[in-house]
């Protein structure tokens, strides 16, 4: 490396400069500071030094580090298979902006570099469901365990002598200064709880352990120590303090969660952060460069859904429709992986979730199917033939070997792709056919038409008449289709919204629903949609049980409410 110094030759010969310097690098007492700011405030030409120092300065945190010892690994890398593959690049990393001279957000993390292109070895990607490219990678961003800052810390007495200290010291545990190379690259605790999204990193194998590994304590797993352990410290104390500050608190916040939930954000950190080595220069910039850690999460998802698209065969990407398609299949499939992780304990232990872990709660679960789905009137049935049959064998996997939670699952899925609503107390007001609607040929643009499209939802309510009201003539007076006040309600529906929830309704909406009395479906919808809000299920209607506890066991991200 040159001995010339990058910022100016001389330097050290000008007092003010020198000043200047230790201004820059935060060292001056507040009196000192005062007096170079008001000399910077009054001469243009010295505001411009100092923009050319700071640039140098800043510049001095992103230097190139040495090669890193083949033995580094974080806590949970040693489950993973050793590395296998040839020397690679690892593209330069841009210089981040500092978060002292930012003020849209003071997390901008600061990745640590290996010292050249070719010093880090980086294993190639092997097929699917290895991991051994995980490793590799992450020795690339962990470059800094073996060397640190030692470029830096070189050029530094050169560039600013020795004094003593005078700002804060930010106390920090060892286990932060080990942890660096993955904290340097993380803003706060929800950017790293972000990671674990299924569009994000969720679904990496190195997430989708199995439920029954126990993974060691950090104690019994190798410890970075020696020459790595001061060069990590050394990198760490050359952060601004509030970034350190920052580290530190990250640090904590990870290990005051429970620790199945800390390992899971520590291993989304590691493949985050070896992700992160891999992209190329531009997108990397991107990614760091993002004024706010939301926006640096937007753009991590931007370049995951690129990199997903670029990954699928060139007849699909070249058929917007196929595209579509293949993303709703991936979101369904991470979202069953979302679930299985939830309720890993319970699927590894056979245990049955709320509400099939007791007799009673399986058989209310069974009346509702039975009343809002109609699985047991033939062509009625408001399931489809192949949801009918999924019901029906997740239903018997319970039954025969207890594994409740996929029917659970399915149950809830269908109860939010057919809703029910109140029945009708006359049976006659039931519309499920053609020529029963009132007056036809008055409401429907085309009798022939309608026909045609309500012909699937024959005999089902209250599927039917929702249909047909897609087909009444723009303008035409439509009466009630179904029952629209609770005193129109089937037992017991009926006495419930009469007992119980109205009376749990704010005046509000109280008067909201007034307001739509005698309106059909509007009326029975919002009934529903009020009931969910204050956690009540009106029989027959809603899935048995606490709204609320069904969405926290069941939901998933394709059901956002």
């Given amino acids: 490396m040159s001995n010339e110094n990058p910022i100016t030759d001389g330097a050290a010969d000008d007092p003010f400069e020198a000043e200047l310097v230790a201004f820059l690098d935060g ?6 500071a005062r007096r170079v700011q008001a000399k910077l405030d009054a001469d243009p030409a010295l505001r411009a030094r100092a923009a050319e120092l700071k640039r140098a300065f800043d510049m001095l945190d992103y230097l190139p580090k040495p090669e890193p010892s083949p033995t580094f690994a974080t806590r949970t890398l040693d489950k993973l298979p050793a590395a296998k ?62 060397g640190g800052y030692f470029a830096t810390a070189a050029l530094r007495p050169v560039l600013f002598p020795p004094r003593e200290p005078t700002a804060e010291v930010v106390p920090a545990e060892p286990r932060v200064i080990e942890n660096l190379p993955l ?43 020696g020459e790595e352990l001061d060069a990590l410290a050394k990198a760490f104390r050359a952060l601004p303090r509030d970034r350190q500050r920052e580290i530190v608190k990250l640090d904590a916040d990870l290990h005051a969660k429970p620790a199945p939930e800390r390992d899971r954000l520590f291993r989304a950190l590691e493949v985050y952060a070896a ?24 753009v991590v998802r931007d370049v995951r859904a690129r990199q997903w698209r670029d990954a699928l065969p060139a007849a699909v990407r070249a058929k917007p429709e196929s595209i579509q398609r293949w993303r709703e299949e991936e979101s369904a499939r991470r979202e069953r992986l979302a679930f299985v992780r939830r309720h890993a304990e319970a699927f590894a232990t056979n245990r049955s979730p709320w509400p099939f872990d007791t007799e009673t709660g399986r058989k209310e679960v069974a009346e509702f199917a039975r009343v809002a789905f109609k699985i047991e009137e033939g062509r009625k049935s408001r399931l489809a033939p192949d949801e009918l049959n999924e019901f029906r064998r997740t239903h018997e996997l319970g039954t025969k070997d207890g594994a409740w939670a996929w029917h659970g699952l399915l149950v809830y899925e269908l109860a939010r792709e057919h809703p029910y609503l109140p029945e009708p107390a006359d049976p006659k007001l039931m519309y499920t056919e053609f020529k029963d609607l009132p007056e036809p040929a008055k409401l429907f643009k085309k009798a022939v038409a309608a026909e045609v499209r309500l012909r699937a939802a024959v005999g089902k309510w209250p ?60 009326y029975p919808q919002r009934l529903v949609q009020l009931a969910h809000k204050h956690d009540l299920s009106i029989p027959g209607v809603m899935l048995p049980g606490s709204p609320k506890k069904w969405d926290a066991t069941y939901r998933t991200a394709r059901d956002p409410r």
């Fill in 27 to 32: 060292e001056l007492d507040p009196a000192a």
């Fill in 85 to 146: 593959g040839t020397s690679g690049s690892q593209p330069t990393q841009p210089a981040a902006p500092n978060p002292r001279a930012s003020g849209a957000s003071t997390s901008v993390p600061i990745p640590l570099e290996p010292l050249s292109q070719s010093a880090v070895p980086v294993a190639p990607a092997p097929p699917a469901r290895a991991f051994a490219w995980l490793l590799g990678l992450v020795l690339a961003v962990g470059a800094c365990a073996a």
């Fill in 183 to 225: 904290y340097a690259v993380a803003d706060d605790l929800a950017f790293v709880s972000e990671l674990v999204a299924p569009d994000l990193f969720g679904d990496d194998p190195a997430l989708s352990a199995d439920p029954t590994l126990r993974v060691p304590p950090s104690a019994a797993t190798e410890k970075t120590s």
């Fill in 275 to 298: 992700w992160l080595a891999r992209l190329g220069e531009g997108d990397r910039r991107g990614v760091l460069t993002a004024a706010t850690p939301t926006l640096r999460l937007g």
């Fill in 463 to 522: 599927d039917y008449p929702l249909e047909a009201l897609q087909l009444v003539a723009k303008g035409a007076t439509v009466p009630a289709l179904g029952p629209a006040k609770p005193s129109e309600f089937r037992q017991p529906a009926r006495g419930f919204v009469e007992a119980t929830l109205l009376p749990a309704l704010t005046a509000d909406e109280k008067r909201e629903l007034s307001r739509l009395e005698g309106k059909w479906p509007e």
